[in-house]
């Protein structure tokens, strides 16, 4: 090793490189996980040079989650590896209790790493329903969590939940990558955004591959207001009169009305229309997630119509239920790049258009530094495929 002398003659060590994993201490890093993907878990461990800790998590006859930690946790830097899948309800018990029993273990710090964040989607209040996402949260932080790494929330404020730290880390390099890399001539692509809620996602891609943008506007958007909700009900009207009324000068200033409080106008939605050109062009639809394949195929029905020669969806997750790979793979869409956030081997199986990142680099890198104390806004500024 060259030692560098500084202006006054002492000794200082060479600068560190910042994509070294081999310096890390890894004697009292612990790294678990569940049933939902175990295959990520042995990947990250793989690339942090350690082995995944003995943690065993079974099912009794009547379905009680039982979980058996081999190994002492006791002043370890505990990381539990557990995502979100179609089985949602039985992931977040597994993850609750193995924190739990970590907790009770004398474990120094509890990180959950859950790439997927199971129920992000119920962030907002729905009918006379909850924000399910807040509870969630609110239970993993009394499971004995210290901290969270997850990654693109379906809505970033879901980091305002929890009561610990959030990582939110991004997928969009590893899939922007993907575009320069693996789409024949992406230069005559433009970005779709399938309806105007992911317009600023699709904006984001756009800008930074220097693509042009296209929004998908009608009656396929999905929203909470359009929802018919009890609570737009308007009250009774009153034949009271109030006790004060108004004097003449503020009575010309206001405008009443004869029917109490007025009514919520109902949304008429207009045809579905393409507002941007994808005539010729190969169309790239970005999401955060792909579950319910049924607004990506009518968006790419009608991108087809509009003379679309390649149709590509791009997401973080993939989830894929139901009959999404069968609906795929007689969909007009080319190609559907998910990263292997979400465990879907099957869905592959069932439609060979599907095509799977890896992103357990990004993950490992997000350990390391965590467990050494860095800095983890280099992994928002420069997040590379190189080992």
Known sequence: MLLQRNKLGSVRPPKRCRSDMDNTSTSDIVIINGNSHPDLANMVAERMGIKNGGCSVFHKSNRETIVEISDSVRGKDIYI???????????????????YACKTSSARS????????????????????????????????????THIITMDLHQKEIQGFFDIPVDN??????????IQESIPDYRN???????????????????????GLAVIHGEQKETDADEVDGRYSPPPTRN?????????????????????VPEHIVKVKPPLTIVGDVSGRIAIMVDDLIDDVQAFVAAAEM????GACKIYVLATHGLLSSDAPRLLEESPIDEIVVTNTIPHEIQKLQCHKIKTIDISILIAEAIRRIHNKES??????NVTLED
């Open 240 to 260: 009271s009169t109030p006790q004060h009324a108004p004097t003449s000068s503020t009575r010309q200033r206001t405008t009443s009305v004869s029917v109490g």
């Open 376 to 381: 983890m806004s280099y992994l928002f500024r």
């Open 81 to 99: 590896i557990q995502t979100g899948t179609k089985d949602a309800n039985n992931n977040i018990m597994e993850l609750l209790i193995m924190a």
């Open 110 to 145: 509890i990180v959950g790493v859950i790439p997927y964040l199971p129920y992000s989607k119920q962030c907002k209040m729905r009918k006379r329903g909850c924000i399910v996402s807040k509870l969630l949260a609110k239970m993993m932080c009394t499971s004995g969590l």
């Open 189 to 211: 692509s433009v970005i779709v955004a399938r309806n105007p809620g992911v317009a600023k996602k699709a904006n984001s891609y756009a800008e930074r591959l220097r693509l």
């Open 169 to 178: 880390l991004r997928a969009s390099p590893f899939l922007l990558q993907y």
């Open 303 to 306: 991108l087809k119509e509009h």
